[in-house]
């Protein structure tokens, strides 16, 4: 990875996007592994459905981790000074998400050159299921 420099980032910038598989079972029941969310609604179908849902669909954090992958595919993780995120849509099965990330906001403060980067995940029928806001150190 080539590092980003401050005076080469411009407000309107966009991130390289990332695109991942479509959400299978399998996906599920590895993240329940790896995060320890183990919550049933995510890996059970039967469970799923008697809370009302149509299947099982994918833990909030995973679409939130795409988006950690993004912001550090573009600058390496120690830059990274704060993640703040919003969930706005469930991920459901054979959703095809892709991570998507814009320059919104350039300053310094306290000695340090920082980039405002706005993130989204959304699927392939362009709803949005995450936003978010990174600081990142330049």
Known sequence: MEPIAYNTVTVGDALPPLTLPPVTRTMLALFA???????????????????????VFAQG???AAYLGRLITNWAPQQKL??????????????HQLTCRGRVAEKLERDGQRLVKIDVQALNQHGETKVTGEAWIAL
Do not use: V
Not at 36 to 54: C, E, L, Q, S, V
Not at 81 to 94: A, D, E, P, Q, V
């Open 61 to 63: 954090m995973l679409p």
């Open 81 to 94: 000074r704060s993640f703040n995120m919003r969930f706005t849509g469930i991920t459901h099965l054979g």
């Open 33 to 55: 592994g790896a995060s320890g969310d183990h919550n049933p609604i995510h890996i059970d179908t039967d469970y799923a459905r008697k809370a009302g849902m149509p299947d």
